[in-house]
């Protein structure tokens, strides 16, 4: 039976329930329209310092455009401006500078040198990424979250982007139903209020050809409405034969003051991503093992084509109240789609047909139609309030999100070829580009829609001078939905996500931290008496000190967790099979199944002198299977995909003297080994590390010339290997990228 909704079951708004929103509306703004409190505690000045000084128009105090550091003392990740070091989490932000110098041109560029973060290929267009053993599912963009979308994503430019910030763990306050891993907010450039421009080239290996241009300032003599318009062409191949892609970014954004303390934000953006893509990658040998294949193999061919468009609008209204108290509205509309048919050739292996491992079969699918709408709105109001003689701070807010997916339609086994001998490969003669789809299958998706629903408060409590209490909660509504199949949908009622963490002054530059908090993922299934299963739940432990000093230039952290997952669906063996009307076959279920992950993690980013930046982070990452429905998965990693032990590091340091003009850096990307297992067969990627350079050299205050080499000791190695699927995945050889950025 499902629970009754506390809210009006027949409002089908597009995003939130009048009777909910109404509701938190009325108590926020009676909060924020309240006078001023009063400054009459004995550390209230200082209390108001620490928590107002961040409180910057526009939220502009986290911007690090211009910064020229690698780390940066405030974050939005968290439902607003917020010090990083008072976050009882681990929190890493990329910025703007540490883009530039890396040369990170896309999300997966960034979260490939991201502490803590891992990355999965699903195929070369679908990448997925992990923390702590589980998929980040929760991305935000300017703190608006965004369904990746599957095949119709394109991994967003960094063009766009004033810096990236990632909290790691559990964050149900944040977003409701997810995983316990990590939240990535991409936060976009806003407009100068002075003017400013750029324009940059780059060039680089196998052929990648980049232009940008950035320009931006006030837009009438008052300077009250700003703009500003980003636009990115780049076009490259890749070190496999036949595999292109051209990518095309327009961001624009505006922002109006309308009074001294109102700000009306409006931005468009439009990414068009052309593509050869392909399922998949290398084939193993039937052992498992790696077959011989040079790394500029591409098993796909030079007409595939995987193309298609991202959008989104944004629109935001910020009112900052006399009080210090402020309300914001942001909404989002995001559409993703293909740019004409999707086009790919498929291999199979038929183990039993061929012994020789190197004999595979061939066809083409055609696909088409597939898109995603997804619309999002939230409403946060957030300030200070006096309590028993001490100033606190507290943030509530509703959200409402709604995903409509079109799945694709199309046909396959087009055109088979059988016996192929992947050796005398060639992708761009071996294989005709067919036409005639005689003999084809045809296949329909099926589409779908989810909708969740949000209410969610949360107080910062100055308990003493040096002892902060962060404590919230956030109740969800999740609804499933399959058109064609009501019995395929399903719906969670009032799911609550809480949340607590103290942090504790040491000194003036080190904090101790701990927190508690919650995450969960809903499942369909039912147990013998008809009852929906419980989602599975997140339980995230936290701890850790924190140092900030230099001014807030450099920031550390060592960080310890323990993430409990737990209430994953299993048989329960006491009921019959088959448990009709439910299941044709097979048992009920229950919830049982748990892992665990636990570890530690030692970051460091910002400047250690003013002429030297370092972001640095360890992570020691130990997962398990604690429960699980199948016996032989307990007491094994939940992703053998994961390494124990994963090092980021980059630096750079600005010469002395005569050759101040000069800046030279270098890092490493390291991990441990790892493997995959299916059945019996088994792939194993050792421990590596890759060397990246970079040398940079000012012609002037506003020109500079940079060289950046990745992988500079050519190590040969796989970023995913698989034994027993089309996905093993060369890690990208030497490569070279000279950059010429101008700025006016």
């Not at 917020?82 to 932000?93: A, K, M, Y």
């Amino acid at each position: 039976m499902t629970p009754h909704r506390p809210c009006l079951r027949g409002s089908r708004s597009p995003v939130l329930r009048p009777r909910l929103l109404c509701s938190v509306l009325s108590v926020t703004l009676m909060v924020m329209s309240a006078p001023a409190v009063a400054q009459s505690s004995p550390n209230a000045d200082e209390e108001a310092t620490t928590l107002d000084a961040l409180r910057v128009k526009g939220q502009r105090g986290a911007n690090t455009e211009g910064s020229g550091t690698y780390g940066a003392q405030a974050t939005t990740v968290f439902k607003g401006l917020q010090s990083v070091r008072q976050t009882p989490q681990p929190v890493t932000v990329i910025s703007r500078q540490m883009l530039d110098d890396r040369v990170l041109l896309d999300m997966h560029d960034v979260l490939q040198n991201t502490p803590g973060v891992t990355v999965d290929y699903v195929d070369s267009e679908r990448v997925n990424y992990f923390s702590r053993g589980f998929q980040i599912d929760n991305l935000q963009i300017d703190g608006m979250l965004i369904d990746q979308g599957g095949s119709l994503f394109i991994q967003p430019d960094t063009s766009v982007l004033d810096r990236v910030e990632v909290l790691r763990g559990a964050a149900g306050l944040l977003r409701g139903a997810g995983n316990p891993s990590a939240t990535v907010n991409l936060v976009r450039k806003r407009p100068t209020d002075t003017f400013r421009g750029s324009a940059g080239l780059s060039l680089g290996s196998w052929d990648r050809r980049r232009i940008e241009g950035d320009i931006g300032g006030p837009l009438n003599k008052a300077g009250t409405l700003r703009g500003r318009i980003v636009a990115t062409y780049d076009e490259r191949d890749f070190f496999q034969h036949a595999k292109q892609e051209e990518r095309h970014t327009v961001y624009g954004v505006l922002e109006a003051d309308l009074t001294d303390n109102t700000l009306l934000t409006f931005s468009l953006q439009q990414s068009d991503l052309y593509a050869t893509g392909a399922w998949g990658n290398l084939p193993p040998d039937r052992d498992g093992s790696q077959l011989d294949f040079a790394r500029s193999t591409y098993f796909g061919a030079d007409w595939n084509r995987w193309n298609r468009y991202n959008q989104q609008v944004f629109i935001g209204l910020e009112h900052r109240f006399d009080n210090a108290w402020s309300l914001r509205l942001n909404a989002a509309h995001n559409r993703f789609g293909y740019i004409g048919d999707f086009k790919q050739t498929s291999f199979s292996f038929p183990r039993v047909r061929y012994a020789d491992p190197y004999l595979a079969d061939v066809s083409t699918a055609v696909y088409s139609n597939g898109g995603s709408h997804q619309n999002v709105i939230n409403l946060t109001g957030d300030g200070p309030f006096e309590l028993f003689g001490r100033r606190h701070h507290l943030t509530v807010g509703v959200e409402g999100r709604n995903v409509a997916t079109n799945n694709t339609s199309g046909y396959f086994n087009i055109a088979p070829m059988t016996g192929v001998d992947l050796r005398q490969w060639d992708p761009y003669t071996s294989y005709p580009e067919p036409l005639d789809l005689t003999g084809a299958t045809y296949y329909a998706g099926i589409d779908n829609s989810v909708r969740q629903e949000a209410v969610f408060a949360l107080a910062r409590l100055s308990l003493a001078d040096p002892l902060t209490a962060m404590v919230g909660a956030r109740a969800n509504w999740y609804d499933y939905t399959v058109p064609t199949n009501p019995g395929s949908s399903y719906s969670i009622d009032h799911e609550v996500t809480p949340y607590a963490g103290l942090v504790y002054d040491i000194s003036k530059h080190l904090s101790v931290y701990t927190s508690y908090s919650e995450i969960f993922t809903p499942q369909a299934g039912y147990t013998a008496d008809g009852g929906q299963l419980a989602p599975i739940t997140g339980e995230d432990y936290e701890a850790g000190v924190k140092g900030e000093f230099f001014g807030g230039r450099l920031n550390g952290a060592l960080s310890l967790f323990r993430i409990n997952n737990v209430g994953r669906a299993m048989d329960d063996a006491d009921t019959p099979n088959p448990c009709l009307p439910y299941y044709p076959s097979g048992f009920c279920k229950m919830a049982g199944g748990k892992t665990r992950s636990e570890g530690w993690e030692l970051e460091l980013s910002g400047d250690l002198t003013p002429n030297w930046q370092v972001m640095a982070g360890y992570t020691n990452t130990k997962t398990e299977y604690l429960r699980d429905p199948s016996a032989a998965n307990v007491g094994k990693p939940i992703r053998e995909l994961d390494p124990r032990h994963l090092l980021r590091v980059f630096s750079s340091y600005r010469l002395p003297g005569v050759l101040r003009d000069v800046r030279l850096g270098g890092g490493v990307q390291a991990q441990s080994e790892t493997r995959a297992t299916s059945g019996q067969l088994v792939a194993h990627q050792s421990g590596y590390a890759v060397w990246n350079l970079m040398a940079s050299y000012d012609l002037s205050d506003n020109v500079r010339l940079q060289l950046n080499a990745n992988n500079v000791f050519d190590k040969v190695y796989y970023s995913k290997v698989n034994p027993s699927g089309w996905s093993n995945y060369y890690g990208n050889p030497r490569n070279l990228m000279f950059s010429v950025q101008a700025r006016f």
